[in-house]
Structures are given as C-alpha cells and as structure tokens.
C-alpha cells in the first residue's frame, strides 16, 4: 500500500503539481482575506447609518430643549427712556447669549424611544464635554435588569475555534486606537465629541481591549447660531467583527471545496503525465536490460501533447537503437563471413608453400599469398571506415556547401586520374535554376559527400567499354532537393540486383576485373552517407529506344536543398 501510495498516488510529481496549483489558490484566499472590501464597505455603510440616525436623534434633542427666560437681563434706566407706546426688547448680543439648556429628564425618554430598537449607544454631552445622558442608564419603569455573568468555569476552546482566532488575528487592523472608558464620562477624551462642539460632525474608529471594531459618531446639538451639546452614537463592540466573520467563514468554507476540487484536478491531472511517463520509463528500463528481446515502447501518439512527442521520440530512438544492433550483428557476420575467405585462402597457400617441389609453384603460392594479404588489407580498411561512419557524422558538424562548385571540382580530379586508369569521358550539366532560387547549396559533410560521388564515378568507370566510355552527371533542382544523376553508357543493373548492389559485400564485377578488386562495400557505404544526409541514393537503368534495350546504369542522389 505504501508503495503504491508513493508510486502512483503520492509520487514527486504528483505532490509538485498539487502543491503548486493549492498554494496559488491559497494565495488568492489570503489576498481575499486580508484586503477584503467588504468590510471597510460595512464600515462606511454603518458610519453612513449612524450620521443619519445621529442627526435625527440631535435634532428631536435640539427641539426638546428649554429657553430660560430669567436669563433674559433688562436694563431698567432704559425703561424709564421709555416714551409713551414704546417697549423694550433684548438686543441681538442678548439673544446670541441664550441659554438653551438639554434638560436631561425632558431628553431621556425621548433617547430612550429612539435608541431602544437598534444595538446602539448614545451619550450626549453638554457644551464643556460633561456627560449627562449615556443610553446604558437609562431605565423605564417594570424593566428587568439584565447582567452577563463570567461563567463559573472556562471552556477550553477547541482547536478549530484556536485555528479561526489565530487566522482572524492575522487579518485583523492593530493599527487602529483602543478604546478605553473615561473615568467621569468626560468627553474631552474623545476627538469627535471636540470636533462636533466647533459645529461639525465627526467620526472616529477604535478597537476594544479584545480587538473588536468599534465605530463612533459625533454629531452636534444645535439650534440656528447655538451648538447646545453633542450627541455621540458608538455600535456595540464585536457587531462589526461578527459580520466580517461570518463572511470569512463563508470564504474558508468556498475555499475548502475549492482545494477539494482543486487537489482532485492536480490529481487526475497528475496521473495523466505521471503515469505515462512512468510507463515509459519503465519500457526504456527493460529495453536496457533485455537487449536480445525486442521490447514495445508504449504509444501514446494519439495525446498530440509533449508526452505524445516523447513517446514518439522514444519509440524511434529505440526502433533506431534495435535497428542498430541488427545492423551490426549482421555487419559482424558479414565481415566474418569475407575475413575467411581470403584467410581460408591464405593458410592453403602457406600450408602448401613448404611442399612445393620446384621454383614456378613457389612463385605462384607467393602471389596467391600477396593477393590475399592484398585483399585482407583492402578488406580491413574498407571495413574499418564503415564501422565509424556513424560515429564521424555524428560527431562532426555539418556545413553549408555549394554542391554544385563541389561537385565540379570533382570531376575535374576524375577527369585527371583517367590518364593513370580506364580512359573514360566524363561531363558535367548543370540545369538552370527556378526563379528566387539563389543555387546549389546542401547541409552536410563535404569529406564524405565527395566520397560517394566518387566512389559513384569510380563504380561507373569500372563499367563502361574500354575506349569509347561515357559517365554524365547531370545536377538539377527538383522541389526541396538538389538532384545529382550518374549516368554511364555501361552493360546496366539486372532487375534483380538493382537492389542488392547497396548490400555489404555484395559484388558484381565485370568479366574483365580480377577477382578480390573490391571489397563490396562503395555502394553501402554510399547509400549510408546519403540517408545520414536526410537524402536517398537509388539505382535503376537507362532504357533505349526499343523494348528492353538497356543502355547503361543510372545512380540518382537527392540532397536536401538549403535556401
């Protein structure tokens, strides 16, 4: 089960891609969390709310408060300048002086009315700060007194209501002042109460000793040119805070069905990449230990995703890698096969040497015995130089090469070494190029591109009549290759051989060449240079002008073109 779990549930690339998409998702849940809106909006709303009602409550105080008329002062030497139908009244500075006194007894029932029905409280304040009315004391006649009593035991809270403190502690302002009771009730503590008496309302938030918002307003108590005293509304501690609770709860409750879905996703997500992968890497393990047994690499080249593309790369690397090794063990069988030959030959003439009776049959076992070693070492060299073929084309970096210059320095070089061999005519044509084409350029290894045109020439040189021999080589553009003919006016390929002629060691020699003149291997070695070029070398003959007339052999190399 553990393995299992670890294996395929669990595994490294299953925790890194569940861990991943979680702690983005955790991250959006943080950022909701700590920069919320919600609840500076519900902060403003409740303000918004309780300036409204703060006005309201001010003003029915405003109108229930009483004039003293006694403080109204006349001078009586000016009543005696008094005429006949006049009268005296208070100046404007004496009205401006006017008392309008909140009496506390004619205000209590009415802010008892008004605050009763909302979680408020009010307190109003005189002109100099002093507290008269506070809404927690102010009791109707038959109301039952209520206290909360501390419980007689704590509770040990739970661990997930420790967890829900300590994240909403996280998210909590600590910024914001505490609020703190004045001794007395004096409000001069309180800087919205001062600001209100200047005539304005104000508004002020704290925090209590538990860190639950508390939101106060202070709105003034006047009537036209007069601030009478200020009324001050504050939300009970924790109204605020239990709002903005409830709604995290809600968010940590999205969020675990969020992560829910999210890790089922990661999951199956998961097991579609890891689980494929697994099973190629399992196929490669057992392609490495069993090299004999062919092993099927798994295809998943229906995905159409990278891991399709993987199990396609595989899947040719390992058809390449089995090809490979078929290719050598039949190279070494090959190569086993033609070594015993020429040595089979060589043992017979030594054996023999020292049982020949006169000078003429040592002579003639001396040369048996130098044409084998002759042979032998062709052999070996030939051998030698396709074995590290592959290496030597990998392991070089190919370059850009203009095939058509290329190719015409070689035939020069052909043309030249005919005084020492077959006297042959060798011609060089070159079609005209398509329209933007800019000419005969090809991608590869110019050592070994001119070894298969050479060994093309040399193959057909071999071939062609004594005298009158004709080789052409034709280049021309066709599509995305370059296309390099070899045509020779020789006896031609049978049908039957057309094909065979690429295999190793395989000869077809004319009549006239001596036997153990060639190793077999040009035209595979050849054809193999080609293909690791992205090219095709193929072999066919040239018809004449009647039925089944042949009139020589033709080699068609195509390059792909660059530009």
């Known amino acids: 089960m553990r393995r299992f779990l670890g294996h395929h549930i669990f595994s490294s690339l299953t925790r890194r891609i569940l861990f991943l998409n979680l702690a983005g998702l955790a991250v959006l849940v943080v950022g909701i969390l700590y920069l919320n809106t919600f609840r500076d909006g519900l902060i403003d709303a409740r303000v918004e709310s309780l300036m409204t009602q703060g006005e309201i409550i001010a003003g029915a105080v405003a109108t229930s408060a009483t004039v003293e008329t006694d403080a109204i002062r006349i001078d009586p030497e000016k009543l005696l300048e008094l005429q006949a139908g006049e009268s005296l009244g208070p100046s404007v500075d004496q009205l401006d002086n006017l008392d309008f006194p909140i009496n506390p007894e004619r205000v209590a029932p009415l802010l008892r009315r008004l605050i009763s029905p909302t979680r ?44 829900q403190k300590f994240v909403f502690d996280i998210f909590s302002n600590r910024s914001l002042p505490v609020y703190k009771e004045q001794p007395g009730g004096n409000g001069a503590a309180f800087p919205e109460v001062m600001k209100a008496l200047t005539g304005g309302p104000s508004t002020f938030v704290r925090i209590s000793e538990k860190g639950e918002q508390i939101v106060s307003v202070a709105v003034p108590i006047q009537r036209p040119r007069a601030v009478l005293g200020v009324l001050m509304l504050s939300t009970e501690g924790g109204d605020i805070d239990k709002i903005v609770a409830t709604e995290r709860k809600a968010i940590l409750r999205v969020f675990g069905v969020a992560a829910l879905v999210t890790a089922l996703l990661s999951m199956l997500l998961a097991s579609t990449i890891a689980n494929p ?66 040595l089979t030959s060589l043992r017979s003439a030594v054996e023999t040497l020292p049982l020949a009776k006169n000078e003429a049959s040592r002579n003639r076992l001396m040369e048996v015995i130098q044409h084998d070693v002759k042979r032998l070492d062709r052999l070996i060299t030939d051998i030698s130089d396709a074995s590290r073929l592959d290496a030597e084309l990998a392991r070089d970096d190919a370059a850009r090469v203009d095939f058509k210059q290329f190719v015409s320095d070689l035939v020069s070089v052909s043309r030249e070494a005919s005084h020492h061999k077959k006297s042959v005519e060798i011609d060089l044509k070159v079609a005209k190029l398509p329209q933007g084409v800019k000419g005969y350029f090809v ?63 395989y000869t077809d020699r004319p009549a006239s060449e001596a036997f153990g003149q ?26 004449g002008t009647k039925p089944g007339e042949i009139k020589g052999a033709r080699f068609v190399v195509a390059l792909p073109a660059e530009g």
């Open 277 to 342: 992968l697994r099973r190629l890497s399992a196929a490669a393990v057992r392609v490495r230990r069993s090299i004999k047994n062919r092993e099927e690499i798994p295809d998943f080249s229906d995905r159409q995703d990278e891991i399709g593309n993987l199990s396609i790369a595989v899947r040719d690397m390992t058809n390449a890698l089995y090809a490979r090794i078929e290719a050598i063990e039949s190279f070494a069988a090959d190569v086993s096969h033609e070594l015993k030959n020429p």
């Open 120 to 163: 408020t409280r009010a307190r109003i304040y005189d002109r100099d700060a002093n507290l008269l009315l506070d809404s927690r004391h102010l009791y109707s006649k038959g109301q039952v007194l209520r206290y909360d009593l501390p419980p007689v035991d704590d509770d040990e809270p739970s661990f997930v209501e420790r967890a």
């Open 443 to 505: 991608q590869g290894h110019d050592l070994r591109l001119g070894q298969v045109i050479t060994n093309l020439i040399e193959n057909a040189r071999s071939f062609v009549p004594d005298g009158h021999g004709q080789i052409t080589l034709s280049l021309a553009r066709s599509g995305k290759f370059n296309i390099l003919t070899v045509d020779d006016n020789g006896p031609g390929i049978r049908a039957e051989n057309i094909e065979r002629i690429f295999e190793r060691f």
């Open 518 to 543: 060639n190793s077999g291997l040009g035209l595979s070695i050849s054809r193999q240079i080609v293909e690791a070029h992205g090219g095709t070398l193929t072999a066919e003959n040239i018809p």
